[in-house]
């Protein structure tokens, strides 16, 4: 959040991910509790607005939420590994394009994103890491690889974590 200047990190629980086998995903409400469990209710707000909206895509909820908080600024924030795997959504292009993205690293993921097809369809669109202060400013599509560590936790691994659960 601090080197983008952002004023919250929405942490938004989505009901269902399309390209994900329901099978061994966490019930909605585990995994709304688990968010709740990270977030501070202040900077870090854990959401179901995806569900409250009724909205299956994220070019779908970009669009709700940009109606919605006409004066907010958002910034899309994003995994590696979903970056790699972008050109399998639906209205992909669309999706870089409604809000600057930021990108964070991810465990095997991230060399396969920056070779990937969406980086090499917006590669010209890449701001510095140094630019973060800018980005919620930026006109999309601009997105950010932020410079951190990879972090090889999962959402499942924190899940558990957090419910007290060990391997």
Request: proline share 8%.
């Amino acid at each position: 959040m601090t080197h983008c200047g952002l004023d919250q990190l929405w942490l938004m629980v989505s009901p269902g991910n399309p390209l994900k086998p329901k099978h061994g995903m966490a019930p909605f409400a585990a995994r709304l509790a688990s968010a709740r469990k990270i977030a501070d209710g202040r900077r870090i707000i854990a959401t179901d607005i995806e569900k409250r909206l009724g909205t299956h895509y994220t070019i779908d909820t970009m669009t709700a939420l940009r109606r919605l908080f006409p004066a907010a600024r958002f910034v899309w924030l994003m995994g590696a590994d979903n970056l790699s795997q972008l050109p399998k959504w639906g209205q992909w292009r669309r999706i870089m394009a409604a809000m600057p993205m930021l990108v964070i690293p991810r465990p095997g993921e991230t060399r396969r994103a920056l070779a990937g097809q969406a980086v090499q369809r917006f590669a010209g669109h890449r701001l510095p890491a140094r630019a973060g202060l800018k980005l919620a400013a930026a006109k999309p599509p601009a997105w950010i690889l932020l410079p951190v560590r990879e972090n090889p936790v999962s959402a499942t691994e924190l899940r558990k974590k957090s419910e007290g659960v060990t391997s």
